[in-house]
């Protein structure tokens, strides 16, 4: 029985001694092991892990390798388990834990900082200066899991108290794995500026990120908000969930669509979560002078950018990693008050065990896949006929 020294559990929550985990091989290769499961240090809680959602970078990882970084290398055959999109109960506690209670229900942020460099110091932990330097060998307190450390397609992980945000009953598991992808774009709104009542804001690209920053943006108050994309089912998506406008980018020239909708003069902010190579140019030119761009996205190669452009016009970029300053939480409080319905960007759910069907579903979009759900425990996959 799984009892550690100096961890504090409960006869509510057995915990057995190993778990059912999935590891990285060689690219693309996973593999459903068991691990002992791991134990809380000081600040760190045991979470069971109740469901994780796929993200666009737990495909990188498994495919490519960055931004994962194991033992300061590339992530495969270390016995690494990604995924890092979840949500769970706390099932015991560390060493003078006392910020939270066996069985209290939790979704987490991805990166614990080390709460020591200048960049955590300013609440900039997801750009830690010591990102991949993990406990262990180096003793630094840096955590990032599903990337630097252990992840979520498992049944527990350790977590940074700092990392866990509190999920009310009346949301569900699958909810509560979008809280953190809520929290990214609300990060972004955050780096442009924050309070964004009245200000005008284009979303480009329609995935999780883009989707739910037009649901925060218009949780915000901003006015109006335009989404492009280039498939009608999930501008729809975004229509329900705010957007003031929509434009179909294969139908219309976006930046021509989103002056004229603006009265000539463009928007204030766009947040770019397309990762189209020209998306960058064309953001430029849907600001207004002294607007302002968040690149939430990323193309696989070095993009040509217009930059006598971006300077003639004063116009800021900023580039943000993950979920800083909080957001997560102040994401969770708008779903909390149910300001919007994030479950209408999840599509499929699917058991721990078909983890590689879940894979396969989100990175080929099947059945207009957006965000796929896998639940680790008591689920019968509800989309398991799908599947065959
Ligand atoms: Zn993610
Ligand atoms: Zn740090």
């Not at 969770?332 to 599509?347: G, I, L, N, P, S």
Request: charged share 20%; glycine share 12%; hydrophobic share 40%.
């Amino acid at each position: 029985m799984y009892r550690p020294d100096h961890v504090k559990t409960s006869p509510d929550f057995p915990i057995p001694d190993t778990m059912r985990a999935w590891v990285l091989g060689d690219p693309d290769q996973l593999t459903l092991t068991t691990k002992p499961v791991p134990v809380p240090k000081r600040a760190e809680v045991l979470v069971r892990i109740d469901a994780v959602a796929i993200c666009a970078t737990d495909l990188e990882i498994i495919h490519h390798g960055p931004p994962a970084m194991i033992q300061g290398g590339q992530p495969f055959n270390k016995n690494f388990t990604p995924g890092h999109e979840y949500m769970g109960t706390v099932a015991a506690l560390g060493p003078g834990v006392d910020e939270y209670k066996i069985g209290e229900r939790v979704t987490v942020e991805i990166h614990a900082g080390c709460g020591q460099c200048k960049r955590c110091r300013e609440g900039m932990y997801t750009a830690c200066h010591n990102y991949g330097l993990n406990y262990g060998d180096v003793d630094k307190g840096h955590r990032a899991n599903g990337f630097t450390t252990d992840g979520g397609f498992a049944e527990y992980a350790v977590n940074s108290i700092n990392t866990l945000v509190r999920v009310s009953d009346e949301m569900s598991d699958e909810e509560a794995t979008l809280v953190v992808t809520a929290g990214t774009a609300m990060y972004g709104l955050t780096e442009l500026g924050g309070l964004v009542a009245g200000e005008s804001v284009v979303v480009t690209g329609p995935g999780p990120i883009g989707l739910l920053g037009v649901a925060v943006a218009k949780a915000l108050g901003a006015q109006p908000v335009i989404l492009t994309g280039t498939r009608d089912n999930r501008l729809q998506i975004g229509r329900e969930l705010g957007a003031d406008y929509v434009i179909n980018a294969k139908n219309e020239d976006p930046v021509g669509a989103v002056r004229r909708l603006n009265g000539g003069k463009g928007v204030d902010y766009v947040i770019e979560c397309s990762g189209a190579p020209d998306a960058i140019n064309e953001a430029a030119r849907m600001v207004n002078r002294g607007g302002r761009i968040c690149l939430a996205a990323f193309p696989g190669k070095p993009a040509a950018v217009d930059i006598a452009y971006l300077v003639r016009n004063n116009i800021y970029v900023y580039g943000i990693r993950g979920e800083g300053k909080s957001a997560t939480h102040r994401a969770e409080a708008f779903m909390a008050q149910k300001r919007f319905d994030a479950t209408k960007v999840h599509t499929h759910t699917f058991a721990l065990e078909d983890l590689p069907t879940a894979l396969r579903y989100a990175r080929e979009r099947i059945e207009d896949a957006i965000k796929v759900v896998v639940k680790t425990h008591g689920h019968a996959a509800t989309n398991r006929v799908a599947a065959e």
